[in-house]
């Protein structure tokens, strides 16, 4: 099927490279002639694993281009809106700029019968607001949400957990459908008898075939649900995060150990081990400005109350930053003033350079505003962390990055530090015997058993 995309950040680019590569003939646009350069060569301008891969495999069969021309949309038969709603400048809300923009770029080039296909995270209602305006063009606007983690982005475009499809209530059907339920997909090129609504259904399944095929849940909803399934299941992953975090502090009060308690609450089954590492919390792209967004907009309907302890997660999960903060200059006898802090990660998650709202950076920052001279490392992320925290010391190579620390601070998780990162070893680069570990990653006993002075997060 011919498909446009616009947008071609992390979701975009990886959504129009993974469509490219279950057979479909796909445009990326994007207003960015750097990126959009980059992807033409097959380069992902961001780490991604897997990435590179189906882009230059889809640039060389044909099959997927990039433009910064919007015309080119023109002929596709679904239309991909993937741009970022950042949070605003001026508040929590969420600013649809972008979408606004991509939507208005992409008007003139609707024809009839055509799906706009918006998988941009959105306030609930912004679906039925865009509808007049893409319906004018004889086109039909649907709500797809996306689900995908940064660093299994493309497994999960390809191979997702879940399909949610949002259609205009006119002609919405509640309905969980395994991938083959066979009588919609009939038809589906518009001389079906079952009606136009089934239609869009239908030719959103023929994108998806393959996880359909395998019986990946496809869930129909309305517009509204399916936004809401987004924020909501965002905001949920949250609150679980915070909620071990809040744990964790009361752990430290008492000298308990948050790392165990996760395991034997995890053993319940209504319960899981997922998302209940306890460190400094979550950062990236995604959650944080989500779980805003989704408060202002509760406020805005007049249901903040709702959503209120969203707030309380979000603070919760800004004190494990300080909280982490405090460890090393506790650890350094008082004050970080004049001393070399090593910090081993920048990234807000391991198999990512992304350091959007990233809590590893925001640590080595304010350690570096309380006088520390800090030393970040990180194997994929230098170069962006760099480029937004220039006043940081940044060395590509981990053990030289460790020589002569007073304190070391693990900020994001990556194999290097937590795996492949011996106390025995580190103890011959420096004297400095401190350790935090931010992310509650690194054999306690170990460390200490080598002499190190311990900190873990939530851990006695
Ligand atoms: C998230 C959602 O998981 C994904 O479904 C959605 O589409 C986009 O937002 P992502 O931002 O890639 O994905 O990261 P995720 O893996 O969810 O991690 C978010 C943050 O939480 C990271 O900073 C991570 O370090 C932190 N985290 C995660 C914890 O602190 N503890 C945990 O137990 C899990």
Redesign the pocket.
């Known amino acids: 099927m011919k498909l446009s995309v616009i947008g071609c950040g992390y979701l975009g680019a990886v959504h129009a490279a993974a469509m490219a590569s279950i057979g479909h003939e796909v445009v990326g646009i994007d207003v960015d002639q750097r990126k959009i350069d980059a992807l033409s060569k097959g380069e992902a301008p961001f780490f991604e694993p897997g990435l590179p891969e189906i882009l230059s495999e889809g640039v060389a069969s044909g099959r997927l281009r990039f433009t910064t021309d919007m015309a080119e949309a023109k002929g596709a038969k679904v239309h991909f809106i993937g741009v970022g709603t950042p949070q605003q400048k001026d508040g929590y809300g969420a600013d649809l700029t972008y979408v606004n923009a991509a939507i208005d770029g992409l008007l003139p080039y609707l024809s009839e019968g055509d799906i706009v296909a918006g998988k941009s995270t959105v306030p609930v209602g912004t679906a039925a607001e865009l509808t007049p305006r893409v319906e004018a063009t004889g086109a039909t606007l649907v709500w797809n949400p996306?689900?995908?983690?940064?660093?299994w982005a493309v497994q999960d475009t390809i191979d997702p957990d879940r399909l949610v499809l949002g259609v205009s209530s006119r002609f919405a059907r509640s309905t969980t459908e395994g991938g083959d339920a066979g009588s919609t997909t009939e038809g589906g090129d518009g001389h079906s008898t079952t009606g136009e609504e089934v239609d869009v259904v239908a030719v959103m399944k023929e994108v998806y075939a393959p996880p359909v095929a395998k019986g990946t849940p496809f869930i129909v909803t309305d517009l509204a649900t399916a936004e809401l399934v987004k924020v909501s299941?965002?905001a949920f992953?949250a609150t679980k995060?915070s909620f071990i975090n809040a744990m964790a502090e009361i752990a430290e009060v008492v000298g308990a150990d948050v790392t165990q308690l996760a395991d034997a609450i995890g053993h319940d089954a209504r319960i899981g081990r997922k998302?209940?590492?306890a460190?400094i919390?979550?950062?990236?792209?995604?959650?944080p400005k989500d779980i805003r967004a989704f408060a202002a907009r509760a406020e805005e309907l007049g249901r903040g109350e709702s959503v209120g302890f969203l707030r309380q997660m979000d603070e919760i999960n800004m004190r494990r930053r300080d909280r982490a903060v405090q460890l090393v200059v506790d650890g350094l006898g008082g004050s970080v003033f004049k001393k070399n802090v090593t910090v081993l990660g920048a990234a807000?998650?391991p198999h990512s350079d992304d350091i959007r709202d990233s809590?590893a950076l925001d640590v080595a920052v304010r350690l570096h505003g309380l006088g520390a001279w800090v030393t970040v490392t990180d194997p994929e992320a230098i170069a962006n962390a760099q480029a937004k925290h220039p006043q940081l010391n940044y060395v590509e190579d981990r053990d030289e990055a460790l020589r002569a620390a007073d304190a070391v601070v693990v900020v994001t998780e990556w194999d290097e530090y937590r795996r492949q990162m011996s106390p025995e070893h580190v103890s011959t680069l420096t004297d400095g015997r401190v350790i935090v570990d931010g992310r509650n990653c690194l054999d306690a006993a170990a460390w200490r058993a080598a002499g190190w002075t311990y900190y873990g997060m939530g851990r006695p």
Do not use: H, M, Q, T
Request: charged share 15%; glycine share 30%.
């Open positions: 996306e689900f995908l983690r940064e660093g299941a965002n992953l995060i998302f209940l590492g460190g919390g979550f950062g990236g792209g995604c959650l807000f998650k809590p």
